[in-house]
């Protein structure tokens, strides 16, 4: 079942990434990410220049997520939730899924790494499809960004890019917020 499917709501509320979350934004990147540049597909996006929303819980950041559309397409570059559980991440793809959808994409795509299991997880109860394995990736987004660890989450070799999509009939959709993705 995709979050699409789902009747409860989130408690999560999103909006737009403003100049004020920035350095907050770039405090968790940091953190999480060893900085604000994040690598995909041979691609460096400074993820504090990118458009984004932030999710809200109880009035307190609970997570960002960054995006970019081109040439008909969108891609989630970075999603981050600090309360894990609590619908933010699912409330955060829905919002990129408008904001794609406003923005005349029809493709919603993302790259997760083979080590990202807990993401790899949440994405595919979203909805998104597994269509692309980008074997040895990472050892050529290690030269965009030397900071990427050779073992990566749970003490697996981080090596390949797990490229996923949201299948169109589900982009044109209007989400439900559900707190189980």
Request: aromatic share 6%; with cysteine.
């Amino acid at each position: 079942m995709t979050s699409l499917d789902h009747d409860r709501k989130s408690h999560a509320t999103v909006r737009p990434l403003t100049a004020e979350d920035i350095p907050w934004t770039r405090e968790l990147f940091t953190e999480r990410w060893g900085g604000v540049v994040s690598v995909s597909r041979g691609v460096a996006h400074d993820t504090t220049a990118l458009p984004g929303f932030v999710a809200l819980l109880d009035g307190e950041r609970a997570g960002v997520a960054t995006y970019r559309i081109a040439g008909g397409e969108c891609e989630l570059v970075t999603l981050d939730s600090v309360r894990e559980g609590a619908g933010a991440g699912t409330a955060l793809v829905d919002a990129v899924a408008g904001a794609a959808r406003a923005g005349g994409a029809a493709r919603l795509w993302l790259v997760t790494t083979n080590d990202n299991l807990r993401a790899l997880r949440f994405y595919q109860r979203y909805g998104f499809d597994l269509v692309a394995v980008h074997r040895d990736a990472v050892a050529r987004s290690r030269e965009l960004k030397p900071s990427i660890p050779e073992i990566g989450l749970d003490g697996i070799p981080l090596r390949h890019e797990l490229e996923l999509e949201l299948p169109s009939r589900l982009l044109r959709l209007s989400p439900t917020r559900s707190p189980e993705c």
